[in-house]
T-cell receptor, first 112, second 111 residues
Framework: EAGVAQSPRYKIIEKRQSVAFWCNPI?????LYWYQQILGQGPKLLIQ????????DSQLPKDRFSAERLKGVDSTLKIQPAKLEDSAVYLC??????????FGSGTQLSVL | GNSVTQMEGPVTLSEEAFLTINCTYT??????LFWYVQYPGEGLQLLLKATKADDKGSNKGFEATYRKETTSFHLEKGSVQVSDSAVYFC??????????FGKGTKLTVNP
């Protein structure tokens, strides 16, 4: 069974630039999550989708972050404009109704 | 809201040593508790879980018991191996609430 796919693996940008991350969840998983993992901290949920609807985006900085899952399958997370404090690993996860999460390898973002 | 506090690392052990990583939680009600592991260069993987008081989760020689009286879910392994070197995250999830992670504990096992 294929796992959660994420790309790119690494990204380096300058502050105020834009960046986008892509995630393809495990086939059949209706729930998709984006987490932000800052160095030395545990992952923090940014947004949770159920199919193509948003379930929880309470911790998403909506002035600069956006995410979509238009067809209820893959998803993109965008940051525009990026700040230095956005440097982190962005993790995508997916699950079935049992809420057992399967994580991708993440995208490591460095904002200079 | 729920919160999880785990022992800060890094932890360095010799092969075959005994491992304990402490984790305590704060929640309303009784959340499900998890340990996730992140091997170098890989994503997080569920290691074990417990969904109610006195449950014991176990996997790959690791164990953790859900202790309601001490609100704890400490991770233990009797004899660690070099291949256990990773970052371990304790996490909790109450009812319909989001999964909340601890800060992670980096374990290095030397041969």
């Amino acid at each position: 069974e294929a796992g959660v796919a994420q790309s790119p693996r690494y990204k380096i940008i300058e502050k105020r630039q834009s960046v986008a991350f892509w995630c393809n969840p495990i086939s059949g998983h209706a729930t998709l999550y984006w987490y932000q993992q800052i160095l030395g901290q545990g992952p923090k949920l940014l947004i949770q989708f159920q199919n193509n609807g948003v379930v929880d985006d309470s911790q998403l900085p909506k002035d600069r972050f956006s995410a979509e899952r238009l067809k209820g399958v893959d998803s993109t997370l965008k940051i525009q404009p990026a700040k230095l404090e956005d440097s982190a690993v962005y993790l995508c996860a997916s699950s079935l109704a049992d809420r057992k999460l399967f994580f991708g390898s993440g995208t490591q973002l460095s904002v200079l | 809201g729920n919160s999880v506090t785990q022992m800060e690392g890094p932890v360095t052990l010799s092969e075959e040593a005994f491992l304990t990583i402490n984790c305590t939680y704060t929640a309303t009600g009784y959340p499900s508790l998890f340990w996730y592991v992140q091997y170098p260069g890989e994503g997080l993987q569920l290691l074990l879980k417990a969904t109610k008081a006195d449950d014991k989760g176990s996997n790959k020689g690791f164990e953790a018991t859900y202790r309601k009286e001490t609100t704890s879910f400490h991770l233990e392994k009797g004899s660690v191996q070099v291949s256990d070197s990773a970052v371990y995250f304790c996490a909790g999830q109450g009812g319909s609430e989001k999964l909340v992670f601890g800060k992670g504990t980096k374990l290095t096992v030397n041969p």
